[in-house]
């Protein structure tokens, strides 16, 4: 659970050193091969980006040591230390309301390390690798085709897609019993983490530039939490501590239903807001979204 909630820790920091450099980046104009350039020259982009690594290596961790919906909830839970964050670095303003998901979304993981056991001691089955996989090739598949939709579903779809993808990722990680290369590249659950990944990273790009980033973000909470912790349960046999079922339950609703209340945090680098220090830039206005999710920039 302490590498989950590091892992975070990790995301939601980096979405606002991201943020940061992001805006910083946009003043000289161009494309979007220049904005990255100039971006890749910032030390807080590139700390955002070491920030995203040791996220990933910390969450590779807890998928290996609890079940897949405590970690899932702690991933979620990110939105809360990106707006946390944001308010100490960037001074946006949090609300009453906003601090209060704050508070619930830490009652929640607390619940859940409560209440949480060991990972699950089922071996994932060759249909459930196969279908994983599947999978992440309808999700590709529509990664593919999403950029052509309009419509006001559009970035809530987008978003559900995406957050699929990174479900395909969580499951995938506990499907990966050997890091020999041969059974590795003989593993359907090795190409689904790959597949899923990249899929969920178009998805959500996709659906960032053109959607409402705040239904997309919601979107790939629901598809990132949801789905995971019920393959988890029932095909990989996590559990709970004895008579705590109840408390684990309440603890993922909690814990995820907060991070939602906190989803316009998923906005944070199409914020007019300033770098610390950076007299050109302008302080978010209390009530403004700050702005954009952290995987679309690692």
């Known amino acids: 659970m302490v590498c989950a909630l590091g892992a975070a820790v990790c995301f939601g920091t980096a979405t606002v050193f991201q943020a940061v450099a992001a805006r910083a980046a946009s003043a000289g104009g161009g494309g979007e091969a220049a904005l990255l350039?100039?971006?890749?020259?910032?030390?807080?982009?590139?700390?955002?980006?070491?920030?995203?690594?040791?996220?990933?290596?910390?969450?590779i961790a807890a998928l290996r040591s609890i079940p897949i919906y405590a970690v899932a909830a702690a991933l979620a839970s990110s939105?809360?230390?990106?707006?946390?964050?944001?308010?100490?670095?960037?001074?946006?303003?949090?609300?009453?309301?906003?601090?209060?998901?704050?508070?619930?979304?830490c009652g929640g993981l607390a619940m859940l390390g409560l209440a949480s056991g060991t990972e699950g001691d089922r071996a994932?089955?060759?249909?459930?690798?196969?279908?994983?996989?599947?999978?992440?090739?309808?999700?590709?598949?529509?990664?593919?085709?999403?950029?052509?939709?309009?419509?006001?579903?559009?970035?809530?779809?987008?978003g559900l897609g995406a957050g699929c993808g990174f479900g395909v990722v969580e499951v995938s990680v506990r499907l990966i019993d050997s890091l020999a290369p041969s059974e590795l590249l003989t593993n359907p659950a090795t190409y689904a983490l790959l597949l899923g990944g990249g899929a969920a990273f178009l998805l959500l790009t996709s659906a960032l530039q053109r959607g409402s980033v705040t239904t997309a973000t919601a979107g790939m909470v629901i598809g990132e939490t949801i789905g995971p912790a019920v393959v988890g349960v029932v095909w990989l046999g996590d559990g709970t501590r004895e008579g705590l079922a109840w408390l684990a339950v309440l603890g993922f609703?909690?814990?995820?239903?907060?991070?939602?209340?906190?989803?316009?945090?998923?906005?944070?680098p199409q914020a007019d807001v300033a770098a610390p220090g950076d007299p050109s830039g302008t302080e978010a206005a209390p009530g403004t979204s700050p702005g954009s999710s952290r995987r679309p920039e690692s």
Do not use: I, N, P
């Open 124 to 158: 994932g089955s060759t249909e459930l690798k196969w279908s994983m996989l599947g999978v992440a090739v309808v999700v590709l598949l529509l990664g593919l085709v999403g950029g052509r939709w309009s419509g006001r579903g559009r970035a809530l779809v987008l």
């Open 253 to 268: 609703v909690v814990a995820v239903a907060g991070a939602l209340a906190l989803a316009r945090f998923g906005e944070m």
């Open 79 to 105: 939105l809360a230390v990106t707006g946390v964050v944001a308010a100490r670095l960037l001074h946006v303003r949090l609300s009453r309301m906003e601090w209060g998901a704050v508070g619930v979304v």
């Open 37 to 59: 350039l100039r971006a890749l020259r910032q030390w807080r982009y590139l700390a955002g980006l070491a920030l995203d690594g040791l996220g990933f290596l910390f969450q």
